[in-house]
T-cell receptor
Framework: DAKTTQPTSMDCAEGRAANLPCNHSTISGNEYVYWYRQIHSQGPQYIIHGLKNNETNEMASLIITEDRKSSTLILPHATLRDTAVYYCIVRVGGNTGKLIFGQGTTLQVKP | DAGITQSPRHKVTETGTPVTLRCHQT?????MYWYRQDPGHGLRLIHY???????DKGEVSDGYSVSRSKTEDFLLTLESATSSQTSVYFC????????????FGPGTRLTVL
């Protein structure tokens, strides 16, 4: 499974866009990029996923580079409730479907 | 929110005692997973199930067993709890194992003294 690299922590001002980068330079052609977040002591929450096209949903946008070696999660208007640990995960299809969580990025949204 | 509950939510037990954690879903999803989360390790897969009575090991399965006799319930058992099994345990479910999203339960905080 491909490994991901994320910054340990980031700050963002409330109301501004939060851009969280992820490097996955060893990603294979059939591996999807998933983003989850975990708010303190809660279970991880799914945000978005993509294969090679950019994706957008009600929570966020996912921008994947053309070579698929990196991606960026964008929270367009961060709020204090978006303070959490954000995990970028590269997931292989197959029978297990297991998610391999790294250390993630701790996003602190400040007033 | 996906209909996933975990019980108990908190448990303190002593070394050597058996412990069973329960994950219950109301979504009728085929796949269920048990993860543990520890500081410095993120979430790690313990066991997973791809159907009733069909289970397999994850990356940290030693010391744990699981059972799934009904679609809605996935049990995680620590036959003889050790202090190294003090952790937060999360259950997750998904419709399929390929690209489907996993939805997580609220977690069980287990302390083994």
């Amino acid at each position: 499974d491909a490994k991901t690299t994320q910054p340990t922590s980031m700050d963002c001002a409330e109301g501004r866009a939060a851009n969280l980068p992820c490097n996955h330079s060893t990603i294979s052609g059939n591996e999807y990029v998933y983003w989850y977040r975990q708010i303190h002591s809660q279970g991880p929450q799914y945000i978005i996923h993509g294969l090679k096209n950019n994706e957008t949903n009600e929570m966020a946008s996912l921008i994947i580079t053309e070579d698929r070696k990196s991606s960026t999660l964008i929270l367009p208007h961060a709020t204090l409730r978006d303070t959490a640990v954000y995990y970028c995960i590269v997931r292989v299809g197959g029978n297990t479907g297991k998610l391999i969580f790294g250390q993630g990025t701790t996003l602190q949204v400040k007033p | 929110d996906a209909g996933i509950t975990q019980s108990p939510r908190h448990k303190v037990t002593e070394t050597g005692t058996p412990v069973t954690l329960r994950c219950h879903q109301t979504e009728n999803h085929r796949y269920m997973y048990w993860y543990r989360q520890d500081p410095g390790h993120g979430l790690r897969l313990i066991h997973y199930s791809y159907g009733v009575k069909d289970t397999d090991k994850g990356e940290v399965s030693d010391g744990y067993s699981v059972s799934r006799s009904k679609t809605e319930d996935f049990l995680l058992t620590l036959e003889s709890a050790t202090s190294s099994q003090t952790s937060v345990y999360f259950c997750a479910i998904s419709v399929t194992a390929t690209t489907d999203t996993q939805y997580f339960g609220p977690g069980t905080r287990l302390t083994v003294l």
